[in-house]
């Protein structure tokens, strides 16, 4: 050992982390299996989704699910085109599979569920048979049946075209054991063929379409000629018995059957049947010609059937895919296929070196799992089956070892990966070779005791012995033996009585002196192998322990126990020095690592973690599986594990620590140079690239000093709104989230609106609602901007009038619906002068309404409350047009600069693309639904002589005398004043006028005017302030 490797293992380094490096999941749970037409892909039926395999890796490369449905049947095209499924729902998909898409949907028109497919061989035409005895051809581009074919009996179980496409015939077999020959220009049935007293399986077309072989569980084959069958007195077809159940029947062809078979001149054909062989038949003497045993019955029960349920020829790869009753897909390579004339198990086991793919489609409950060969470079896994699998870690390739004759229970791996120890419910322990991962073999069996096998355990110093526990509560202590040519008997040393209860776990001690075994009676119990002497009890636990193992450095032992605890156990005193909680439900394995620092857990919760002993805490937990997990499993290097549970699932995980240290370490560099290089690029004014690095470090108040700054500038609206234009959706996603933290702050009101303003206007409301978590954004930015527009509103004492003006002067007013005309310039003029003297800024209070705006328009697609600012603005107020309407009428500064460079309606004239109309300019305003009150306005009342030009001339008298400041805005309620220091020159009012709360239409024309107002009624003009000292200006009529 090196002086680096005795420093690596005096101070390990703890594991932080892990992450899935390749998972092995259920792709087939039977059901319909096909072939692509390329025959690169397999489609499997799993459960309520169909899977597409790549043969050669093995991979699934996508999965066709509806989440509201369950897949009854599938077809493929024979041009990989595309792929049908059929739902329970009654309806039928279709997927571009390449892809893994859904395309187009339409109904199926049955009753029941589909439960037969079949694309004729120009993929035009796609007949389904259904469980209400009828079928469908339909026309796969139009989406339309085009014959429903009545007169089955029972569930259609098969549909197949006639192979030739020039002939329009459909063959189906049903529930009464007939097959049926549809004629489809007729749309009529031709004949019905009565030979068979069982369900028929499968039919086959010989290469020149001349005879048709018909399979059934009745146990005989039919031999059917198609020119014979349609005619009148057609000959009976002549019957091969094959005393067995026939799943599957395929043609050879001629090049294929002169390699299989002896005859070059004759047809051969294969069958698949319920006793796990591949026969192969000659058409012209129907007599037996070769027959291979893929499976075989190695359990008692008798009851067991139907070990093949499918086989098919794949004629561009010359080989032949069996589907087994435990949903394993093998695929026999013919090209090498060896003459025999009979293969028995032992045979099998030669054969199975023929090159050819074995793939797992189901693992079902997996129980106990371990690294195996020399480089760790396998995967034993043994499942609810008698078979134990090994699995290439590599290319996921599955060896099957057949032995037991029933379920494997457990396993364990000697310390040089070199031979595996299983335990089984046949009651024995069998030692394996696996030397050779590609041909492993059983060396040698122990027979003894009475009950299922629960645990087995290697030595870890050599491979002198094996310890295994039992159901009948005792534990074994066998010797193993060395290599033999042939298997042969374990001889028993010792046998110790160990609990009072069922025994779950047994383990080694390091040194090989100790081992350990865990029961369901809720002790942990420690021996000494030499002579069987109890050593100590570990007592404490409130339920079973399901699993013990010992540290691999000190003296020690963790137990995992039914009561959801893992506890650490002092070989010394046999007291409890540490115990871990965490899992919600038992615990199932635990497993020492980093030298006997941390350990991994497993439990029924689903859950596996990571725990560090000294700190007594959980590092890490790991969500990858749906149900109970049973097993778990470290490599040597302990740099990777596996973990195996009842969801059928092997997950393979990989050491991330080193790696996450660095990139930890790596960035953290690169926010300290990025800090660097944000303080410079402040310092030297060149905002727009600090924002976007401040940006990119997530740090909001970075961003917000920046916008102030970038405020004092000159031109600072004009560089932030060029900046903020310029970023990427993300980046202004990431803004508006910093606005939320700067709003809650009154501090940062100013800067947090005025960027708001600017992305707002600057974006569609349909393009805000399709960013993600904006419904959250939104919800976080009302309350505050709300509180800032009515904070404001109450300071400055808006009243109604200048609020409407304001609208008038942005434009928005011409998203509703009364017309309102602006007959003069001054009175644009008054209202610019009247906008310049707020103190607060334009674009903050322009913003404030704006987000209202949009909050309106999104309210239908983010089912927000409305706050209580948008109530009493915006309750009634409905918006006809999105937010670029809004953007469109609205002035961007707040200020509008007219034709002469004074204030006016520059900018309206150029919304309206008419110089020459911009005082005449026509906006739309529904007074009813913007103010909330009833009534409309008269607009020359309004503007001319109405108590709204009383209060506009006021302000601009004021204006004029000098008197400007925040009380130069009248608030919304006149403060009470002394009217008897001065009193005020009244208006005169005619009597054709409105009185301010009445409704009603005037009794009196004005004299002198021949025009009548637009509307009926008025809304109450803004209370008058009092004000001494002023000279009013009135208008008389």
């Not at 094996?466 to 010797?479: A, F, N, P, R």
């Not at 130069?968 to 005020?984: C, G, V």
Request: glycine fraction near 6%.
């Amino acid at each position: 050992m090196t002086q680096g490797e005795t420093v690596e293992t005096a101070s390990p380094k703890l594991k932080t982390n892990y992450e899935v490096s390749s998972k092995i999941e259920a792709f087939y749970t039977g059901g319909k299996v096909q072939f692509s037409g390329d025959e690169e892909y397999l489609f499997c039926s799993c459960t309520d989704k169909v899977q597409v395999l790549h043969v050669e890796s093995g991979k699934v490369i996508h999965s066709l699910k509806e989440e509201s449905d369950i897949i009854s049947c599938f077809a493929a095209s024979p041009d990989d085109e595309f792929l049908v499924t059929a739902g329970k729902n009654l309806l039928l998909r279709q997927w571009d599979w390449r892809n893994g898409m859904q395309t187009k949907t339409w109904k199926a028109v049955h009753v029941a569920p589909v439960s037969s497919m079949c694309f004729d061989a120009s993929s035009t035409l796609l007949a389904t048979g259904s469980s209400d005895s009828t079928i469908k051809v339909w026309d796969i581009i139009k989406q339309y049946y085009t014959h429903s074919l009545k007169g089955s009996t029972g569930v259609v179980s098969l549909v197949k075209f006639h192979p030739d496409p020039k002939v329009l015939q459909l063959f189906s077999t049903s529930d009464d054991c007939k097959i049926r020959v549809w004629d489809l220009v007729k749309s009529r049935c031709l004949c019905v063929l009565e030979n068979h007293f069982s369900v028929v399986t499968s039919l086959a077309f010989d290469p020149s379409h001349s005879t048709m072989i018909s399979s059934s569980r009745d146990k005989v084959l039919n031999i059917w000629d198609m020119a014979d069958m349609l005619t009148p007195n057609r000959r009976p077809p002549r019957t091969i018995p094959c005393f067995e159940g026939v799943e599957s029947v395929e043609f050879l062809p001629k090049g294929l059957s002169s390699k299989v078979c002896e005859k070059k001149d004759e047809q051969y054909f294969v069958t698949a049947g319920n006793k796990g062989r591949l026969c192969f038949w000659s058409l012209k003497s129907g007599q037996l010609v070769h027959k291979l045993v893929v499976v075989e019955n190695m359990s008692d029960d008798s009851g067991l059937q139907q070990l093949l349920v499918h086989a098919t020829l794949c004629r561009k790869r010359n080989v032949v895919m069996v589907i087994t009753h435990d949903q394993n897909i093998l695929m026999y390579d013919l090209e090498n296929f060896k003459k025999l004339k009979q293969f028995s198990m032992r045979d099998t086991v030669n054969l199975l070196r023929i090159p050819h793919w074995q793939f797992v489609g189901y693992n079902d409950e997996i129980l106990d799992m371990s690294f195996a060969g020399k480089t760790n470079d396998h995967l034993a896994v043994v499942t609810n089956s008698n078979q134990l699998r090994l699995y290439n870690l590599e290319t996921l390739d599955c060896r099957m070892v057949e032995g037991h004759s029933k379920m494997i229970l457990c396993l364990d791996v000697c310390a040089d990966g070199t031979k595996i120890v299983t335990g089984s419910k046949d009651h024995t322990v069998r030692v394996w070779d696996v030397s050779d991962c590609s041909n492993p073999r059983c060396l040698a069996v122990g027979n003894g005791h009475t009950h299922a096998v629960s645990g087995v355990a290697w030595s870890r110093t050599s491979q002198r012995f094996v310890i295994s526990c039992s159901q009948d509560l005792t534990i074994k202590v066998w010797e193993a033996t060395k290599k033999a040519a042939e298997e042969s008997s374990m001889f028993v040393k010792m046998t110790v009585k160990a609990h009072d209860k069922d025994i779950n776990s047994v383990a080694v001690s390091p040194n090989d002196k100790l081992v350990v075994t865990g029961s369901q009676d809720k002790t942990a119990k420690v021996w000494r192998i030499a002579d069987g002497i109890l050593m100590g009890v570990a007592r404490g636990h409130k339920r079973g322990v399901w699993c013990a193992q010992f540290s691999p450095f000190d003296k020690c032992i963790a137990t995992a126990s039914g009561d959801s605890t893992i506890k650490i156990w002092s070989l010394t005193d046999y007291t409890c020095v540490k115990t871990f909680e965490g899992h919600s439900n038992s615990v199932l394995k635990v497993v020492f690592i980093s030298n006997g620092m941390q350990l991994i857990t497993s439990g029924t919760d689903g859950l596996v973690k990571l725990w560090t002993i000294k700190t007594n805490e959980c590092v890490q937990t790991f969500d990858e599986h749906q149900d109970k997990v049973w097993a778990i499993a470290v490599n040597k290097s302990q740099n990777a594990f596996c973990s195996g549970g009842a969801d059928s699932a092997i997950t393979l995980w990989k050491d991330v620590t080193q790696e996450e240290r660095h990139k930890a370490q790596q960035e953290a560099e690169d926010v300290i140079l990025k800090e660097q290089k944000l303080s410079n690029l402040v310092h030297d004014k060149r905002y727009s690239e600090a924002i976007s690095l401040a940006i990119s470090l997530e740090k909001p108040f970075r961003v917000l000093n920046v916008i102030k700054d970038m405020l004092t500038a000159e031109n600072g609206i004009q560089e932030i709104n060029t900046t903020l234009r310029s970023l990427r959706p993300d980046q202004i996603d990431m803004i508006l989230k910093f606005i939320v933290e700067w709003n809650t702050n009154a501090k940062n009101t100013l800067a947090s609106q005025t960027v708001m303003s600017i992305i707002l206007r600057s974006t569609s409301p349909y393009e805000l609602i399709d960013r993600p978590n904006m419904k959250d954004t939104i919800e976080a930015l009302l309350p505050y901007t709300g509180m800032v527009y009515q904070t404001w509103y109450i300071r400055h004492g808006i009243s109604g009038m200048v609020y409407q003006t304001w609208y008038i002067r942005h434009g928005i007013s011409g998203m509703v619906n009364q017309t309102w005309y602006i007959r003069r310039e001054r009175h644009l003029k008054r209202i610019n002068r009247l906008l310049q003297w707020r103190e607060f800024s334009d674009d903050t209070f322009g913003i404030v309404c704006e987000v209202q705006a949009i909050t309106s328009v999104l309210f239908p697609f983010i089912s927000l409350k409305q706050s209580e600012f948008i109530e009493y603005t915006w309750q009634r107020m409905r918006l006809s047009s999105s937010l670029d309407t809004v953007r469109t009428h609205a002035s961007p500064s707040g200020v509008m600069e007219g034709e002469t460079g004074k204030p006016g309606n520059k900018r309206l004239a150029e919304n309206n693309n008419d110089n020459n109309v911009a005082v005449e300019k026509e906006y739309t305003i529904n007074a009813e639904e913007l103010h909330g009150t009833g009534g409309t306005i008269d607009d020359r009342d309004a503007m001319e002589g109405g108590k709204g030009e009383v209060y506009i001339s006021q302000i601009e008298e004021e204006n004029e005398n000098g008197n400007e400041g925040e009380n130069a805005i009248p608030p919304e309620i006149p403060p009470d004043q002394d009217n008897t220091k001065t009193e005020k020159k009244k208006r005169p009012v005619h009597e054709y006028e409105l009185s301010p709360t009445s409704n009603k239409k005037p009794k009196k024309e004005p004299p002198g005017d021949t025009k009548q107002p637009k509307s009926k009624t008025t809304r109450p003009s803004p209370p008058r302030e009092k004000t001494k000292n002023v000279k009013r200006r009135t208008r008389t009529s």
